[in-house]
């Protein structure tokens, strides 16, 4: 039994919901979102509630219910806030700004990095933090991942890209290491 399945989901002021042809359309004030059901759920609007029912007993109805619970509670949310990420540069030389709507990193390889953002997020930079917003929950996630993939935080300096608040395990170089090993 899910237990987010099971909840309705209140549709707040601001957000239509409308089911047509086996989908959910989302329209808030920052724009539209459309969600296929997945297979098994069950869909019903009552007055300002958004419910789930599954429609078989086996173990993939119920983790679908859960699933399209979820789904549909990212794309109320996505479309009456958004949702942001934000990733920090951490290195000397490190830089980051926009040229139109391309990301241009300078990362230390010997080159500077272009990255092209899908058209449902936003990517902006102050200084050496860039945030990357849209309505789409798993799309800024995955956006922010990406980039932070350019170059990861390595675990000796610290230099890399990281999320915001991200805290980076360090190791200790050669010199504690032989240092230890001496005494």
């Not at 009552?46 to 859960?66: C, D, M, P, V, Y």
């Not at 050496?128 to 990406?146: D, H, K």
Request: glycine share 10%; no cysteine; charged share 25%.
């Amino acid at each position: 039994m899910s237990k987010i399945g099971k909840k309705p989901i209140s549709i707040p002021d601001g957000v239509e919901v409308q089911i047509k042809d086996g989908f959910l359309f989302f329209r808030g004030k920052l724009g539209e979102l459309q969600l296929k059901v997945i297979p098994y759920v069950d869909t019903k609007i009552e007055g300002h509630s958004l419910t789930f029912k599954i429609s078989a007993s086996h173990k993939q109805a119920r983790a679908n219910w859960g699933t399209m619970a979820a789904l549909a509670k990212n794309a109320i949310e996505g479309v009456r806030n958004g949702f942001s990420k934000k990733l920090q540069l951490e290195g000397v030389g490190y830089r980051a700004n926009m040229d139109k709507n391309t990301l241009i990193l300078s990362v230390g390889f010997s080159h500077p990095i272009k990255f092209e953002p899908s058209s449902e997020v936003k990517i902006s930079v102050e200084k050496n933090i860039i945030t990357i917003s849209g309505l789409n929950r798993a799309v800024v996630g995955e956006t922010a991942a990406q980039i932070r993939r350019i170059k990861k935080p390595e675990p000796y300096q610290g230099k890399g890209i990281r999320y915001v608040g991200e805290v980076i395990r360090r190791k200790a170089g050669k010199k504690a290491a032989a240092a230890t090993a001496a005494s």
